[in-house]
């Protein structure tokens, strides 16, 4: 195993920040459908992330799968409706998933499979999917599988300690990527309460298929002076965590995007070197980690990239906020909000978006993860932009006492057609296996 720790005291942004963000608008685009709501009478379901699966030879079996936390794995149809419960083990808790297309099995078969993050027994959890089965998803994962984060970092040194599972510093946020040209599949997989982030190879075996890490990157444990680790369950502006959780790994080039919740959007090759922050959050305005001017209101969330024709690819970002719940803090108009970057050389700005309500579905509040594709399926030919809502249908005055989430589907045109100047919508252009 290669270990890279990159404490950096100091870092460069790699965009502009606008230079009016009091002025910032926010462009409202609306669901076409949501998922049923989930609430804790639901086998303790809690939507979280998303992650679309385009059938190889008949788009209308496509699917929907998502990781709803205690209540393991929701598989959905295109038409929002349920087609598989796939439960946790005891104890575990499915935090994120994401895909992979045509990996490499031990007996030489390929397949495709969803990666899952169970936060609560630390294991990188393998499904294989059979997308006409009546249940799509079956568990592969090695039985021998070894924890994701068995030790962890002492703050702000090179030296590991032993990590029980009951402090729950495991595997949270996740994200997958075939290199086709070398056959690898890698996963990034962030350890939850850290400034860390694993960066993980799968290896297929008789028994199953299990991640082994390859090596890891850290984020620096204090931000302009702010002490990442300092909490305070009194103001919400004087508390803070260095964990990641969004994380995306662009297929065309191998970089990883990480957020780190408080802090801002990281990026770093999934091979390894020095990541670099590009973009960060407004951080507090009682802390010296402030950014006025930036349109992230921490936490930054769900990570996910838009592939079009012509090599165009738009990182959209998940800018959360606190606004609700007891302790909430407001930071209009960016809270509940996606940002837009095109990527490049650098990330450039684009704009924002949220979603809004329609008809009888609420408006997102508080995503923690979403997907986008530009492939054109059946119901969304522009390709479809789905999000988890922390707020499914209000049910609560949204104080956060009572669980209430689902996910939301949104055409791509829509939310292309809210930038001046529009977005592209190629919906022929990127084919998820190559």
Request: charge should be negative; aromatic fraction near 8%; include cysteine.
């Amino acid at each position: 195993m290669k270990t890279l720790s990159a404490l950096l005291c100091t870092v460069s942004l790699l965009t502009v920040m606008p230079a009016m963000a009091a002025d910032w608008s926010v462009a409202e685009v609306t669901p076409v459908l949501q998922t049923p709501v989930l609430t804790e009478t639901d086998a303790d379901a809690d939507a979280d992330d998303p992650a679309i699966y385009v059938h190889p030879t008949d788009p209308a079996h496509s699917l929907m799968v998502t990781a709803v936390k205690n209540g393991g794995i929701r598989v959905y149809g295109l038409d929002g409706t349920l087609k598989q419960t796939l439960l946790p083990a005891e104890d575990g808790r499915i935090n994120n998933v994401d895909v992979v297309y045509g990996f490499a099995l031990a007996d030489g078969s390929k397949a495709d499979i969803i990666v899952g993050a169970d936060r609560g027994l630390d294991i990188i959890r393998i499904y294989r999917i059979d997308a006409d089965a009546a249940e799509p998803l079956s568990e592969i994962t090695d039985p021998a599988a070894a924890r994701a984060f068995p030790t962890r970092y002492l703050p702000d040194a090179p030296e590991t300690e032993d990590n029980p599972v009951d402090d729950q510093n495991t595997v949270y946020g996740l994200a997958a990527w075939h290199d086709t040209a070398s056959g690898t599949v890698w996963v990034v997989g962030t350890q939850r309460h850290q400034p860390t982030v694993g960066v993980f190879k799968l290896v297929a075996t008789a028994d199953g298929v299990h991640a082994e890490l390859d090596h890891d990157f850290r984020a620096p444990a204090t931000q302009n002076g702010q002490d990442l680790f300092s909490e305070n369950d009194d103001d919400a502006l004087l508390d803070f965590s260095p964990q990641f959780e969004g994380s995306v790994i662009d297929r065309t080039t191998g970089v990883i995007y990480a957020g780190q919740e408080d802090v801002g959007i990281w990026q770093v090759p999934v091979s390894g070197g020095e990541p670099k922050l590009v973009y960060a959050t407004r951080g507090s305005t009682k802390s010296p980690f402030n950014n006025p001017d930036s349109v992230i209101s921490r936490d930054v969330e769900g990570l996910t990239i838009y592939y079009g024709a012509d090599a165009v690819k738009y990182l959209l970002a998940s800018s959360q906020g606190g606004a609700h719940g007891e302790g909430g803090v407001a930071d209009a108009p960016y809270d509940d909000s996606f940002a837009a970057f095109a990527i490049g050389d650098t990330l450039e700005l684009l704009g924002s978006f949220r979603v809004a309500a329609a008809g009888a579905m609420d408006a997102v509040q508080e995503s923690d993860g979403a997907d986008v594709t530009s492939v054109s399926l059946p119901g969304f030919e522009n390709g479809v932009f789905v999000t988890q809502d922390g707020y499914a249908g209000d049910l609560n005055g949204l104080d956060g006492e009572v669980a209430s989430t689902n996910f939301k589907f949104v055409d791509w045109a829509e939310i292309a057609n809210s930038f001046t100047p529009p977005l592209v919508v190629t919906p022929a252009a990127f084919d998820p296996r190559k």
